[in-house]
């Protein structure tokens, strides 16, 4: 395992320097799929597989895929010295510096024998990793297009072929399930297919940056900051019960009332509670945040707290960016704070404005909210100079993660032949 998770650090170091390396994508889902990550390994995928696309159809490809001239040479010695040092007992990477430069002249796009030889692992790894999270209809539109890819190229299908196989007897299930049987038997209708698969909420092994939530010094930080929103508050940790693989009981208890009996698994998490009593009505915690997301394009709403502009006749009228035409705040304190805190990365880069507002699909505006608001969380970051699970607004948040080994995950779908390894 430790190994593995060696080359997962030295793959996604490698990624940071040749964004564009489809090898490295593809090297990098692999892994993922190994540690069992099967949603990662379909993101590795994906990209992997847009960047090979751009060796066969330039023209419609924003990105063009290339390697280090030397890469995969480099990638070999690379990893023979991270073992060589690792077996020495020594950590460091020596190799690191190197990697850091950033040569311009260096590169090589990648050819079309390179395309050929990683096209197929590419397919079969991303339409087996959509299976693995139940990612149903994306799985078929990705196998199908595969499957004739491989065909006219005269290429081994089995793989692909397999996995159609588990798609349609999903297929067949849900039919049944939704009561369309008198839809068209053998055909696949992609619209009854699910679209949104499930994957498992974990502490990433390679995640350094996860606070100690119960430590007293943690808890007293969040109640400097609660003292100044909601002063009749306090942070707590307390112990809940333990929901893993007792989804259904726990949720029909009241949880609050009931605390978990002796001997029973417990999770123990922050809460808030009152120090004193509060009267109905009253307003406990008033806390303005900067991570927050709005879907409503060239509505009104400044970008900052998305509370409605004033008019522009008002004493203190809205402000506008002075190098973003769409980007207006309804004061200068939020002009001012947005610079400061996440507008400064993204100032002037024209388009990264309708990512994500501009819907076509209604029904998808829901989910672009999730979209925009890690988008601003990574303007936040990138602003001010912080890793993004480091800044205060995320840091503290928690989900009830499961154990890296858990197999008692009531979520998983089924997988398709094995699962995954622990
Ligand atoms: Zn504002
Ligand atoms: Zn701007």
């Known amino acids: 395992m430790d190994s593995v998770i060696h080359s997962h650090t030295k793959t996604t170091n490698r990624l940071y320097t040749e964004p564009h390396n489809p ?10 799929e190994q540690l069992g990550f099967p949603d990662l390994a379909s993101a590795d995928a994906y990209r992997a597989l847009s960047l090979l696309e751009s060796v066969v159809d330039p023209e419609e490809c924003e990105f063009h895929a290339r390697r280090r001239a030397e890469a995969i040479h480099e990638a070999e010695l690379a990893s023979k010295a991270a073992e060589a040092a690792a077996a020495a007992g020594n950590r460091h990477d020596t190799d690191d510096e190197d990697e850091d430069e950033d040569d311009e002249g260096t590169f090589v796009p990648i050819t079309k024998p390179e395309y050929d030889d990683l096209i197929g692992t590419v397919y079969e790894l991303l339409v087996r990793s959509l299976v693995s999270c139940a990612c149903f209809r994306d799985a078929f539109d990705f196998c199908a297009r595969g499957m004739g890819l491989f065909r006219e190229a005269g290429m081994d299908c089995s793989v692909l072929q397999g996995l159609m196989g588990v798609i349609k007897r999903h297929y067949t299930e849900r039919r049944a399930k939704l009561g369309r049987e008198d839809s068209k038997e053998g055909d696949v209708d992609p619209r009854l297919l699910s679209a949104m698969g499930s994957a498992r909420r974990v502490l990433y092994p390679w995640n350094m940056h996860e606070p100690d939530r119960k430590a007293p010094e943690t808890v007293r930080l969040l109640n400097e900051r609660v003292g100044t929103v909601a002063p009749k508050c306090e942070v707590k940790a307390v112990a809940l019960p333990s929901l893993h693989g007792s989804h259904d009981k726990i949720a029909n208890a009241d949880t609050n009332a009931a605390g978990p009996e002796s001997g029973d698994e417990v999770s123990i998490q922050l809460g808030l509670f009152a120090k004193e009593d509060i009267p109905p009505g009253e307003i406990l915690l008033r806390e303005s945040s900067l991570l927050t997301a709005t879907n409503r394009l060239h509505d009104d709403l400044c ?16 402000v506008a960016c002075e190098n973003c035409d769409d980007t207006i705040f309804c004061s200068r304190k ?6 400061d805190l996440y507008h400064g990365a993204i100032c002037g880069r024209e388009g990264l404005a309708s990512i994500g507002r501009d819907i076509q699909d209604p029904r998808d505006k829901a989910d672009c909210l999730y979209l925009l608001l890690l988008g601003r969380a990574m303007a936040m970051a990138a602003t001010q100079g912080v890793h993004p699970l480091d800044l205060p607004e995320v840091k503290y948040i928690w989900g009830d993660f499961h154990d890296l080994d858990s197999n ?10 094995q699962s995954p390894p622990p």
Do not use: M
């Open 23 to 32: 090898h490295l994508h593809l090297a990098r889902g692999l892994i993922h």
């Open 303 to 318: 970008d900052a707290c998305n509370t409605l502009l004033p008019e522009l006749s008002a004493e203190n009228p809205p």
């Open 334 to 339: 939020c002009h001012d704070q947005a610079q």
């Open 408 to 417: 008692t995950n009531n979520n998983d779908p089924p997988t398709p032949d």
